[in-house]
DNA sequence: TAGAGATAGTTTGTATTTCCAACCATTTTT
DNA sequence: AAAAATGGTTGGAAATACAAACTATCTCTA
């Protein structure tokens, strides 16, 4: 087991404890795991079907009905850019933003706990060591 | 922004790019991320189903179709608890050890690029914070 | 510049995942 | 011994996902 294989097994772990905490705040708000990375995203620009899709990994026609289910819910919008006819744009309605703003608070808190034992220097340590694992390999 | 608030921005970012490795060599092999979880956990142990459910935030009743699903396909294998005629233990097969053994390898070479610019010390480093923030708070 | 091909999204059909409620079987409690 | 609790399974409904077929728009090329 080499030191690699540990941070891949930590990742790995802490990966299903973000993951479940995540999942219960979204459920909490009637969200799927997706619908809230889709929240995620689109808080702070407007996004195409496609570049979602693509972002998510996620198939276009699956992305075509998520993004219904939550226009009907009134949390984002869809407008054709006017530059292409093909193109569908889609944006966060205040509701959306708002929804996103709060579940955003409860993630932080949710997870205050598994961050409150580090100190100070142990917290910029692990945000720095956690973008360098994030840098596009 | 505090650091606190940084570094569960980084998890929450980390979760994703983790989960989306995790996701595509599920589906390589057609399981679902959860049923890739399920293999995780019993590697190592037997378990009961509502223990897997109320470890995994499911319904006892998705707990038990997802078994007889892998239990098909001949990964798992469930047996009545000879102390207690109601409960029923889960664990893995031949073929599900050889399954989730394949897979944890295929999911450090996935990996591999992210931990490889990290030299030895940042490693241990990484390894030791996650822990900590693992740590049951 | 007209037609072919490419691109962006939606719709339709199917399988899976998940929950909840109802249910059966087996303990455990009273 | 009857009632309550526990452990699982089953059935019904909604959400999620993919693939294939389709529509509309744009781009390229002959």
């Not at 009907?72 to 708002?98: F, H, Q, S």
């Not at 706990?113 to 340590?125: A, F, H, I, K, V």
């Amino acid at each position: 087991m080499t030191a690699a294989d540990d941070v891949v097994d930590a990742l790995v772990r802490t990966t299903f404890e973000v993951a479940r905490v995540l999942t219960r705040i979204g459920g909490e708000h009637d969200l799927s795991l997706t619908q809230l990375r889709v929240l995620g995203i689109l808080r702070d620009r407007r996004a195409r079907v496609t570049d979602l899709a693509a972002y998510l990994g996620l198939d276009k026609s699956t992305m075509s009905t998520l993004i219904v289910r939550a226009q009907r819910r009134g949390l984002l919008t869809r407008g054709k850019n006017p530059d292409d006819g093909r193109v569908v744009e889609v944006y966060m309605t205040p509701a959306g933003l708002e929804l996103a703003k709060r579940m955003e608070d409860e993630v932080r808190r949710a997870l205050a706990p598994r961050t409150g034992p580090l100190d100070q220097e142990q917290l910029d340590q692990l945000a720095k060591l956690l973008e360098l694992v994030l840098a596009r390999p």
